[in-house]
């Protein structure tokens, strides 16, 4: 159950981000607002790169290792840094540059792409519910495109001290009236 309702909440950070980026980015609305599922894929995707829904995750090793040649004990807390990997120009053509036809050119590496943890979901430190959450976002991307609203004047910068961080106002949007029944 906790792996359906975790990343349902996340969906809702990671909607609040696809929304910052269209506000950002507006050039993206349209075809988003087609329904192109391949570049609604990709838009959930560079979301989850490109936004630091958690700028680092932590944990601890369970057992004795060695990193780059560097020995970690057992029980040692480990960070890792996911905003900065995704912002890593060795792996990143444009790291800083919202762009989600990276994502289009070529599949997402396991280990390149760790918003939600790394490894694999079944003996890592990965949410198994990682399919569930990129399934929404992409269908909520495209309904987000296809809503008429504003956005008044709040403050939008993201802080990376926080975790889960969002942009300091939220996201505040005022939605037209829709016509129709």
């Not at 958690?54 to 057992?74: H, S």
């Not at 296809?146 to 709040?154: M, T």
């Amino acid at each position: 159950m906790l792996n359906v309702i975790r990343p349902t909440v996340a969906v809702a950070w990671y909607v609040t981000f696809a929304a910052h980026a269209l506000h950002r980015w507006p050039e993206h609305r349209p075809r988003l607002r087609d329904g192109d599922p391949a570049f609604a894929e990709a838009f959930a995707q560079e979301v989850r790169r490109f936004y630091p829904f958690a700028p680092y995750v932590g944990g601890r090793a369970v057992q004795d290792l060695t990193w780059r040649g560097e020995p970690v004990p057992e029980g040692t807390m480990i960070l890792l840094d996911v905003y900065g990997q995704h912002h890593d120009e060795a792996r990143w053509k444009r790291p800083y540059s919202f762009r989600p036809e990276r994502f289009l050119d070529a599949g997402v590496g396991r280990d390149d792409l760790i918003p939600q943890g790394g490894g694999d979901p079944h003996t890592g430190h990965r949410c198994p519910g990682e399919a569930v959450t990129v399934g929404l976002l992409r269908e909520l991307a495209v309904r987000l495109a296809r809503l008429r609203y504003s956005v008044p004047p709040q403050d939008l910068r993201i802080p990376l001290r926080r975790i889960p961080t969002l942009p300091r106002s939220g996201f505040v949007m005022a939605v037209a009236r829709q016509s129709g029944g």
